[in-house]
């Protein structure tokens, strides 16, 4: 989990993303010192948690794309509703199977987390930042105030 943890904390020079990054790998810390309790409910409140946060930066990095008409808009959103899916199904089998939370049930949450900010994320933030530098458009001065793609509309 501490991978994840230092992934986050590398800066893709946007800031919403890497706030919602930094909030992601909080919880994912959590969700993996819950699930060694293995407390069904408590491990159902943090991958809630989880998933909340995860829809919620998910949206502000689908907004960003739509913004500057980035082409992998599709394919990024793809692996995030995949992500989210992810997440409700290990929820769906704790609450409805009676699965018992274990370390092992998170890993794949951490290695995605990972995965994900070094390809599809760094790849978005490249081109954001180069949206900025272009053009001085809306866009760029949102992201260089620390707004999100809906600033000054
Ligand atoms: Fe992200
Ligand atoms: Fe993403």
Redesign the pocket.
């Known amino acids: 989990m501490e991978v994840a943890t230092r992934m986050a904390r590398t800066e893709m020079g946007v800031p919403e993303i890497d706030a919602g990054h930094e909030k992601i790998a909080c919880i994912l810390e959590r969700v993996a010192t819950v699930a060694q309790a293995g407390d069904p409910g408590r491990m159902l409140e943090a991958l809630g948690e989880l998933k909340t946060a995860s829809e919620t930066h ?1 949206r502000v ?1 689908e907004e960003w794309m739509a913004a500057i008409n980035y082409g992998g808009l599709a394919e ?1 959103k793809i ?2 509703d995949n992500e989210i899916a992810r997440i409700s199904d290990l929820m769906g089998r704790i609450t409805g199977g009676g699965m018992r939370p274990s370390p092992r049930q998170t890993l794949p949450f951490a290695i995605w987390f990972r995965e ?1 900010l070094r390809t ?2 760094l790849d ?1 933030a490249e081109a954001i930042r180069s949206h900025r530098r272009k053009a001085g458009a809306p866009a760029a001065g949102a992201v260089t105030r620390g707004r999100g793609p809906d600033a000054g509309r």
């Open positions: 998910f990095e990024h692996l995030h994900h599809a994320d978005l």
